[in-house]
C-alpha cells in the first residue's frame, strides 16, 4: 500500500515537472516561431 | 495605390516607438522559405545603417526590425528587394497583443494535465482497487481537480459570472454550473465514502471545452485597427501663417476653417483646404486609389490625408478637422463596421438557442427526480448528467475546428483569414467588386517596354530621379539602377515642385519632368500627358518615357473564371473615365464605375445589398477601406497599405488573383463541414439527453459521451485537408499548433 501511494506520488510529480517544463517554456515564447525553429539549425554562425 | 516602395512616411506610421526611443517595424516578407533565407534576411537588414536588430519568424513569414529613430530610415523594403525578397510593411503588434490567447493556452495544459493524471487514479478504481485504495485515489483526484478546477475554470466561471451579474446568461453558466455541480457532489461523495466520485468528468469536460474554446479564441476577429490608422494619418498639428507673417505650430483641432496652413514638401494636409501659394505634386491616393500624384497650384482644392510630395503650399483652411475628408472616411468606417456586427455567426445564434435549453432541461430533471424519487443526491447526480451530455463541447468545437482548418489551408495557399465569420460570410457571396489600380493591377507605375531607350539618357534621367520620391521617378531610378550609374551630387539637382527635376551635368543642362515644361512640348489633355515624362539637354527633347501600371498577370483569367462560375463582377474606380474604360475592355469587365469618390463607393455598395445582392469587395487603397468595411466579405492584396489590409477580412499575400476563387471555394467547402458538424452535435445531444434525463447515465459516461462526441467532430474537419495531402494526422496536428500560434503573432490587419 504504501509503496503505491509512493508510486503514485511519484508519476504525478513527474507529470507536473512537464507541465511546469511546458509553462515555463511556453511563456517563454518558445512556441512562436516553430518553422523558424526548425530551421535555424542549420545557420552555421561562424559562416562569413 | 501600393506602397511597393513605401515611403519613410509609411514607415514610420506603421511603426511603433519603444520605450528606449527606438521604433520597430514588422514587414511581411511572403517568399521566405528556409534556414538561408533566414541568415540572408538578418543579416542584410541588420547592416543597414540605423537598423538595431532583425528578427525572423518563419511561421509568420514576418521579419520585426528595431531601428534608431534618426533623420534618416532604413531602406528595409529596398534592402530586401535587393535580397530578392518582396516585402511589405505590417503594423506592429506588441508581444501583449494576445494575452487572452496566452491565457487560454495556459489553462488548456493545465487542463489536460488534471484530467490525464484523474483519468489515471480513476482507472485504478475502476479496475476494482480496494475500499481503502479507492477512497485514497478519490481524495488525490480532488486534490488534484480543485487546483485545475480553479486555475482554468475562472475562464468560465467569470464570463458566467459577468452574464450573471448583468442578470442574463450565455453558455458559460449551465457549463460553470454542470462543473461546479460536479465537482462538489464527488467531494460530498468521497467524504462519505461511496464508490463513485466524479472528478474525472469535471476536469475533462473542462479540457475538452478549453479546445473549443481556444480554437474560437484563435479564429476570431481581432479589433481592427483601421480607424486608428486612419486617424494616423492626419497629422497632429499644422504651420498656421498669421495675419502679420508669424507663424505658430498648432494641434490639429485648433485650426479653424479660413485660417492659413504651411505644408512642407513630404508632410500631409491636416484639415481640407484651398491652395492660395504654391504649386506641388500632391498623393491623393486617399481619394482616388490612384498612384501617381496630381499636380495642384492656386485655388485647387486638397483633401485632408493626402501627401504633399514635392514643394512647399500654403492653403486657407476650409473645414475643421472634424468636418475634412479623413473625419468622413472615419465616420463611414464606423458605420460599416457597426453594421457588420450585426452579422449573427452560426455558432452564436445556436447557442442563444441552446442555453436557455440547457438550464431547462437540468432543472426539470432534477425537480421530476426529486418530486418521484424522493431522492436529493439522486436527482443532484441526474441533473449533473444532463448537464455534462449536453455541454456544448462537440458545439463548441464544430465551428472553430473547420475554420482553423480552412485557415491553415489558406496559409499554406498565401492567403490569411483576418476574422473566422468571414468564412460563413464568403460562402454565400455572389457579386465580386473589384477597385482597379493596385488590386487588379500591380498599383506601380513601370518604364513601358514600347519606348527607345537610350541607354545614356536613361542613366542620366535615373541619377536625376533617384532625388525624386515621385512615383515615375522611382519607377526610373529602378530601372537605371541595372546599369552603370551617374553620380549626381545632391547640390547639382533641383526640384521644381510639380514640373520635375532640373540638373547641371558637365555644364550641360538637363531636365526631367513635365513634357511641356522639360521640353516646351505642346500640352495634350488627360491621359497621355500624365503617364508621360520627359527629358530634355539644353531644352531639346532627348527622350519621352511612357509608364504603365499592368494588369496583374492572372487578372484577365480570373475574372472570366468567376463569371464562368455565375458570380458578377464589377469594377469600382476612383481613376478617371477613359483610363477605367480602356482597362475594363482589357481584362474583360463588363460594368465598371470611374471617377468614385470613398463615399461614393460605399454608397454603390450598400445600393447592391439593399438590393439584396452579398457582395465580395477586393481592394486595397486607404479610398477603399469604407469601402471594404461595408461590403459583405472583403479581401485585399498583401501589397496593400495598412489601413487597406485591415479593413478587408482575408488578405492575399502572395499577390495572386487566383487567390479569390480559391478563397471563395474555401468558404464554401467549410460552411458544408460547419453544417455537418452542428447537424451531428445536436443530433447527439437530441439522442443523450432523454437517456440522461431517465437517470440511465452516470456523469462518468455522460463525461465519456460527450468525449466522444467531441472526438467525431474534430475528425470530421480534419477531412478538409483530406484527399491530395500525403501529410499523416501527426503532422497536420503540429501543423494545427502552428497555426494556432501563428495567429497569436499574425494580424495583418
Given at each position: 500500500?504504501?509503496?503505491?501511494?509512493?508510486?503514485?506520488?511519484?508519476?504525478?510529480?513527474?507529470?507536473?515537472?512537464?507541465?511546469?517544463?511546458?509553462l515555463w517554456s511556453f511563456n517563454a515564447q518558445q512556441?512562436?516561431?516553430?518553422?523558424?525553429?526548425?530551421?535555424?539549425?542549420?545557420?552555421?554562425?561562424?559562416?562569413? | 495605390?501600393?506602397?511597393?516602395?513605401?515611403?519613410?512616411?509609411?514607415?514610420?506610421?506603421?511603426?511603433?516607438?519603444?520605450?528606449?526611443?527606438?521604433?520597430?517595424?514588422?514587414?511581411?516578407?511572403?517568399?521566405?522559405?528556409?534556414?538561408?533565407?533566414?541568415?540572408?534576411?538578418?543579416?542584410?537588414?541588420?547592416?543597414?545603417?540605423?537598423?538595431?536588430?532583425?528578427?525572423?519568424?518563419?511561421?509568420?513569414?514576418?521579419?520585426?526590425?528595431?531601428?534608431?529613430?534618426?533623420?534618416?530610415?532604413?531602406?528595409?523594403?529596398?534592402?530586401?528587394?535587393?535580397?530578392?525578397?518582396?516585402?511589405?510593411?505590417?503594423?506592429?503588434?506588441?508581444?501583449?497583443?494576445?494575452?487572452?490567447?496566452?491565457?487560454?493556452?495556459?489553462?488548456?495544459?493545465?487542463?489536460?494535465?488534471?484530467?490525464?493524471?484523474?483519468?489515471?487514479?480513476?482507472?485504478?478504481?475502476?479496475?476494482?482497487?480496494?475500499?481503502?485504495?479507492?477512497?485514497?485515489?478519490?481524495?488525490?483526484?480532488?486534490?488534484?481537480?480543485?487546483?485545475?478546477?480553479?486555475?482554468?475554470?475562472?475562464?468560465?466561471?467569470?464570463?458566467?459570472?459577468?452574464?450573471?451579474?448583468?442578470?442574463?446568461?450565455?453558455?458559460?453558466?449551465?457549463?460553470?454550473?454542470?462543473?461546479?455541480?460536479?465537482?462538489?457532489?464527488?467531494?460530498?461523495?468521497?467524504?462519505?465514502?461511496?464508490?463513485?466520485?466524479?472528478?474525472?468528468?469535471?476536469?475533462?469536460?473542462?479540457?475538452?471545452?478549453?479546445?473549443?474554446?481556444?480554437?474560437?479564441?484563435?479564429?476570431?476577429?481581432?479589433?481592427?485597427?483601421?480607424?486608428?490608422?486612419?486617424?494616423?494619418?492626419?497629422?497632429?498639428?499644422?504651420?498656421?501663417?498669421?495675419?502679420?507673417?508669424?507663424?505658430?505650430?498648432?494641434?490639429?483641432?485648433?485650426?479653424?476653417?479660413?485660417?492659413?496652413?504651411?505644408?512642407?514638401?513630404?508632410?500631409?494636409?491636416?484639415?481640407?483646404?484651398?491652395?492660395?501659394?504654391?504649386?506641388?505634386?500632391?498623393?491623393?491616393?486617399?481619394?482616388?486609389?490612384?498612384?501617381?500624384?496630381?499636380?495642384?497650384?492656386?485655388?485647387?482644392?486638397?483633401?485632408?490625408?493626402?501627401?504633399?510630395?514635392?514643394?512647399?503650399?500654403?492653403?486657407?483652411?476650409?473645414?475643421?478637422?472634424?468636418?475634412?475628408?479623413?473625419?468622413?472616411?472615419?465616420?463611414?468606417?464606423e458605420n460599416a463596421e457597426g453594421a457588420r456586427h450585426?452579422?449573427?455567426?452560426?455558432?452564436?445564434?445556436?447557442?442563444?438557442?441552446?442555453?436557455?435549453?440547457?438550464?431547462?432541461?437540468?432543472?426539470?430533471?432534477?425537480?421530476?427526480?426529486?418530486?418521484?424519487?424522493?431522492?436529493?443526491?439522486?436527482?443532484?447526480?441526474?441533473?449533473?448528467?444532463?448537464?455534462?451530455?449536453?455541454?456544448?463541447?462537440?458545439?463548441?468545437?464544430?465551428?472553430?475546428?473547420?475554420?482553423?482548418?480552412?485557415?491553415?489551408?489558406?496559409?499554406?495557399?498565401?492567403?490569411?483569414?483576418?476574422?473566422?465569420?468571414?468564412?460563413?460570410?464568403?460562402?454565400?457571396?455572389?457579386?465580386?467588386?473589384?477597385?482597379?489600380?493596385?488590386?487588379?493591377?500591380?498599383?506601380?507605375?513601370?518604364?513601358?517596354?514600347?519606348?527607345?531607350?537610350?541607354?545614356?539618357?536613361?542613366?542620366?534621367?535615373?541619377?536625376?530621379?533617384?532625388?525624386?520620391?515621385?512615383?515615375?521617378?522611382?519607377?526610373?531610378?529602378?530601372?537605371?539602377?541595372?546599369?552603370?550609374?551617374?553620380?549626381?551630387?545632391?547640390?547639382?539637382?533641383?526640384?521644381?515642385?510639380?514640373?520635375?527635376?532640373?540638373?547641371?551635368?558637365?555644364?550641360?543642362?538637363?531636365?526631367?519632368?513635365?513634357?511641356?515644361?522639360?521640353?516646351?512640348?505642346?500640352?495634350?489633355?488627360?491621359?497621355?500627358?500624365?503617364?508621360?515624362?520627359?527629358?530634355?539637354?539644353?531644352?531639346?527633347?532627348?527622350?519621352?518615357?511612357?509608364?504603365?501600371?499592368?494588369?496583374?498577370?492572372?487578372?484577365?483569367?480570373?475574372?472570366?473564371?468567376?463569371e464562368q462560375c455565375d458570380f458578377n463582377t464589377l469594377?469600382?474606380?476612383?481613376?478617371?473615365?477613359?483610363?477605367?474604360?480602356?482597362?475594363?475592355?482589357?481584362?474583360?469587365?463588363?460594368?465598371?464605375?470611374?471617377?468614385?469618390?470613398?463615399?461614393?463607393?460605399?454608397?454603390?455598395?450598400?445600393?447592391?445589398?439593399?438590393?439584396?445582392?452579398?457582395?465580395?469587395?477586393?481592394?486595397?487603397?486607404?479610398?477603399?477601406?469604407?469601402?471594404?468595411?461595408?461590403?459583405?466579405?472583403?479581401?485585399?492584396?498583401?501589397?496593400?497599405?495598412?489601413?487597406?489590409?485591415?479593413?478587408?477580412?482575408?488578405?492575399?499575400?502572395?499577390?495572386?488573383?487566383?487567390?479569390?476563387?480559391?478563397?471563395?471555394?474555401?468558404?464554401?467547402?467549410?460552411?458544408?463541414?460547419?453544417?455537418?458538424?452542428?447537424?451531428?452535435?445536436?443530433?447527439?445531444?437530441?439522442?443523450?439527453?432523454?437517456?440522461?434525463?431517465?437517470?440511465?447515465?452516470?456523469?462518468?459516461?455522460?463525461?465519456?459521451?460527450?468525449?466522444?462526441?467531441?472526438?467525431?467532430?474534430?475528425?470530421?474537419?480534419?477531412?478538409?485537408?483530406?484527399?491530395?495531402?500525403?501529410?499523416?494526422?501527426?503532422?497536420?496536428?503540429?501543423?494545427?499548433?502552428?497555426?494556432?500560434?501563428?495567429?497569436?503573432?499574425?494580424?495583418?490587419?
Open positions: 500500500m504504501s509503496v503505491m501511494v509512493l508510486l503514485v506520488l511519484v508519476s504525478i510529480s513527474m507529470g507536473a515537472v512537464g507541465l511546469a517544463v511546458f512556441y512562436d516561431d516553430m518553422d523558424g525553429a526548425a530551421e535555424r539549425v542549420l545557420i552555421d554562425d561562424d559562416e562569413e | 495605390m501600393s506602397y511597393a516602395n513605401a515611403t519613410s512616411d509609411e514607415l514610420i506610421l506603421a511603426s511603433r516607438l519603444l520605450k528606449n526611443g527606438q521604433m520597430q517595424s514588422e514587414l511581411s516578407v511572403p517568399g521566405m522559405k528556409c534556414a538561408g533565407c533566414i541568415s540572408k534576411i538578418e543579416k542584410g537588414l541588420s547592416t543597414l545603417p540605423g537598423v538595431v536588430s532583425a528578427r525572423v519568424n518563419l511561421s509568420t513569414k514576418r521579419v520585426s526590425v528595431v531601428w534608431n529613430k534618426s533623420a534618416h530610415t532604413p531602406p528595409l523594403i529596398d534592402a530586401l528587394n535587393g535580397l530578392g525578397f518582396a516585402a511589405h510593411l505590417s503594423s506592429v503588434q506588441g508581444r501583449t497583443e494576445d494575452n487572452e490567447l496566452r491565457r487560454l493556452i495556459r489553462a488548456l495544459a493545465v487542463a489536460g494535465f488534471g484530467a490525464g493524471n484523474i483519468m489515471m487514479l480513476s482507472v485504478g478504481v475502476w479496475a476494482g482497487a480496494g475500499e481503502d485504495a479507492r477512497a485514497l485515489f478519490h481524495w488525490l483526484s480532488a486534490a488534484i481537480a480543485l487546483p485545475v478546477l480553479i486555475f482554468s475554470g475562472r475562464v468560465f466561471f467569470s464570463s458566467a459570472w459577468i452574464a450573471l451579474k448583468a442578470r442574463s446568461t450565455n453558455m458559460d453558466v449551465p457549463i460553470s454550473v454542470g462543473i461546479l455541480l460536479t465537482f462538489a457532489l464527488s467531494l460530498y461523495d468521497t467524504a462519505a465514502g461511496r464508490p463513485h466520485a466524479y472528478f474525472d468528468a469535471a476536469t475533462s469536460l473542462l479540457f475538452f471545452l478549453l479546445i473549443g474554446r481556444t480554437l474560437d479564441h484563435v479564429m476570431r476577429a481581432r479589433a481592427h485597427n483601421a480607424i486608428s490608422a486612419l486617424q494616423k494619418l492626419a497629422p497632429r498639428g499644422a504651420t498656421v501663417v498669421h495675419a502679420d507673417g508669424s507663424t505658430e505650430c498648432r494641434s490639429i483641432d485648433k485650426i479653424k476653417p479660413g485660417m492659413l496652413l504651411r505644408i512642407a514638401a513630404g508632410g500631409r494636409i491636416p484639415v481640407d483646404a484651398v491652395i492660395v501659394d504654391g504649386r506641388s505634386d500632391i498623393d491623393v491616393s486617399v481619394i482616388n486609389g490612384e498612384s501617381s500624384p496630381e499636380t495642384l497650384k492656386q485655388g485647387d482644392s486638397v483633401a485632408a490625408g493626402s501627401l504633399n510630395l514635392t514643394g512647399p503650399i500654403t492653403a486657407r483652411a476650409t473645414a475643421s478637422e472634424k468636418d475634412s475628408f479623413l473625419a468622413d472616411m472615419i465616420r463611414m468606417m450585426q452579422y449573427r455567426r452560426i455558432a452564436d445564434r445556436i447557442s442563444d438557442l441552446y442555453t436557455p435549453v440547457v438550464h431547462l432541461g437540468a432543472l426539470m430533471a432534477f425537480l421530476s427526480w426529486l418530486m418521484l424519487a424522493g431522492d436529493l443526491h439522486r436527482a443532484v447526480a441526474v441533473a449533473v448528467s444532463v448537464l455534462i451530455i449536453t455541454c456544448p463541447c462537440a458545439l463548441g468545437l464544430a465551428v472553430p475546428m473547420v475554420q482553423v482548418m480552412a485557415a491553415k489551408k489558406l496559409f499554406r495557399a498565401g492567403v490569411m483569414i483576418k476574422d473566422g465569420a468571414a468564412l460563413e460570410r464568403l460562402a454565400d457571396v455572389d457579386t465580386i467588386v473589384f477597385d482597379k489600380t493596385g488590386t487588379l493591377t500591380t498599383g506601380t507605375p513601370r518604364l513601358s517596354h514600347e519606348n527607345d531607350v537610350g541607354l545614356h539618357a536613361l542613366n542620366v534621367a535615373g541619377a536625376m530621379a533617384s532625388y525624386s520620391t515621385h512615383p515615375y521617378s522611382r519607377a526610373l531610378a529602378q530601372v537605371s539602377r541595372l546599369s552603370t550609374p551617374i553620380r549626381l551630387e545632391a547640390n547639382q539637382v533641383a526640384e521644381y515642385p510639380g514640373d520635375g527635376l532640373e540638373a547641371e551635368i558637365d555644364g550641360v543642362e538637363y531636365r526631367l519632368g513635365r513634357p511641356d515644361w522639360a521640353a516646351s512640348l505642346p500640352t495634350k489633355k488627360d491621359a497621355d500627358e500624365k503617364s508621360c515624362v520627359a527629358l530634355s539637354r539644353n531644352g531639346e527633347l532627348v527622350a519621352l518615357y511612357h509608364f504603365e501600371d499592368d494588369a496583374r498577370p492572372s487578372a484577365g483569367a480570373v475574372i472570366k473564371k468567376l469594377m469600382l474606380s476612383g481613376d478617371r473615365e477613359h483610363a477605367v474604360s480602356s482597362f475594363a475592355s482589357r481584362v474583360g469587365v463588363s460594368s465598371w464605375e470611374a471617377n468614385l469618390r470613398p463615399a461614393e463607393k460605399v454608397k454603390r455598395i450598400t445600393e447592391m445589398t439593399a438590393s439584396g445582392r452579398k457582395l465580395l469587395m477586393v481592394g486595397d487603397g486607404v479610398n477603399d477601406a469604407p469601402a471594404l468595411a461595408a461590403a459583405y466579405a472583403s479581401m485585399a492584396p498583401g501589397s496593400a497599405p495598412d489601413i487597406g489590409r485591415n479593413s478587408a477580412n482575408f488578405v492575399f499575400l502572395n499577390d495572386d488573383l487566383n487567390s479569390i476563387p480559391l478563397t471563395i471555394e474555401t468558404a464554401r467547402r467549410a460552411k458544408t463541414l460547419m453544417r455537418q458538424n452542428i447537424t451531428f452535435a445536436i443530433l447527439y445531444n437530441a439522442i443523450a439527453v432523454p437517456i440522461a434525463f431517465l437517470g440511465l447515465v452516470t456523469p462518468l459516461i455522460a463525461a465519456l459521451a460527450m468525449s466522444a462526441s467531441s472526438l467525431v467532430v474534430v475528425l470530421n474537419s480534419f477531412r478538409f485537408g483530406g484527399g491530395k495531402q500525403s501529410r499523416t494526422n501527426v503532422m497536420k496536428g503540429r501543423g494545427l499548433a502552428k497555426i494556432l500560434l501563428a495567429r497569436s503573432r499574425v494580424q495583418i490587419q
